[in-house]
């Protein structure tokens, strides 16, 4: 985190990255001083509602986050920065986005949580989008030109008004992380809901959170313990603790549903009982109490960074042998069946949402961006199972980037490699 007082002294010339966070009710032109060098700018968390024409000076700037600010439309002058690749305008109160405000290399798109109704044809015709986040809007429909995007490879779009299926997005060729849970035409009606294998309801009383274990979009995960002896639950077990809001992924009470809908599965994170409550504030409080995952697993792979976008990252100097490998995909297969027999996608599936031992059992988890599809028509479900099947092979390939160099020539290595190419 930087301050306006380096900024102001002159003291932060040649960085390439910037933030600020002061409450800033106007942009500083000072920033401007910094065009020679700067390529990431983060503004997010301040009180800015426009940004200046002048900001098209910095050529060199890739990246530009204003999320939490109080944005009502998507600035115009995005539009002429000639190397800006991602824009993150979360939860601001955007309306419009002009056909002209999406600069010609965008790659990455963030509009989450905000009030959009309608988005330009021009989104479809930037032909490097490889990542589009707009779940939390008022979107009715999306452009028909997004059947031009052929490099999109990952798209949320729950928790909005769309009315219809986005056929555009289903015949995509390389789209493979797809959420879409919490519109009017994803809705399961009340027989497929009460055809949904449940768990017991209890109080949050009955449990008492511990430490955090992890936490990501959707909710935080803790260790808890029961605040009196259970006969019917394992003693050890975790809470998440779902927030209140509409996340990068969608609606809490979706991921829950989706949790539910898959049921148990030997590598599934097991769930045993759900609360939801009433708070005194108009909210809901939402948890899933699960089974305490052993020690002895740890996480397979990182998130994706700015460079690689959507794939997955690892620690440097990580490696695991094919026998591994094998073994890890083989269970993951088995998860990818046991889902999609389920009727639910996924919608996130990735290294960094797997756990995994020294002996390559794995765990897998994070329904966040999961959806139920049996509302869809038998055509449009083989298309979502044939998206996420790509994920899967993301998944495969990308493990195969870490394999040890002398595995590299076994046959093993050779069979899958084929598979995720073809």
Known sequence: MHTLAQLLSGELRGINQLKLSENLTEFPLEILTLADSLEILDLSSNALSSLPAELAQLTKLKVIFASQNKFRHLPEVLGKLPNLEMVGFKSNQITQVAENSLPMQLRWLILTDNQIETLPDSLGERPRLQKLALAGNQLTELPQSLAQA???????????????????????????????????????????????????????????????????????????????????????????????????????????????????????????????????????????????????????????????????????????PITLITNIVQQMEDVFSHMHNSKVCHGDLYAHNTLFDV????????????????????????????????????????????????????????????????
């Not at 399961?188 to 008492?208: F, G, M, N, Q």
């Not at 809470?239 to 030997?266: I, M, N, R, W």
């Not at 160099?405 to 073809?422: C, G, I, T, W, Y």
Request: proline share 5%.
């Open 150 to 320: 052929h490099n999109l490879e990952l798209a949320r779009i729950s928790a909005n008004n769309l009315t219809e299926c986005p056929e555009q997005l289903l015949n995509l060729p390389n789209l493979a992380w797809l959420a879409f849970a919490g519109n009017p035409f994803s809705q399961l009606s009340i027989t497929e809901k009460a055809e949904v294998k449940t768990v017991p309801e209890l109080s949050s009383d009955s449990y008492t959170l511990e430490h955090v274990l992890g936490q990501g979009a959707s909710g935080v995960i803790s260790k808890a313990h029961w605040n009196s002896e259970q006969s019917k639950f394992p003693a050890d077990i975790a809470v998440k603790v779902f927030k209140g809001e509409v996340t990068s992924d969608g609606y809490p009470e979706d991921e829950l549903q989706a949790c539910l809908q898959v049921g148990d599965h030997p590598n599934l994170v097991q769930s045993l009982a759900q609360v939801k409550e009433d708070l005194d504030s108009g909210g809901k409080y939402l948890a899933l109490i699960m089974s305490l995952i052993p020690e002895t697993y740890q996480n397979l792979g990182l998130p994706p960074c700015f460079k690689s976008c959507t794939r997955d990252t690892f620690p440097q100097g990580f490696s695991l």
């Open 359 to 422: 002996l390559g059992n794995i765990i897998f988890g994070d329904f966040g961006a999961a959806t139920s599809y049996q509302m869809l028509t038998p055509v449009q479900q083989d298309k979502v199972r044939k998206i996420e099947h790509r994920a899967l092979n993301h998944f495969i390939d990308d493990l195969l980037s870490i394999c040890i160099e002398q595995d590299r020539n076994s046959e093993a290595f050779k069979l899958l490699k084929e598979r995720v190419s073809l």
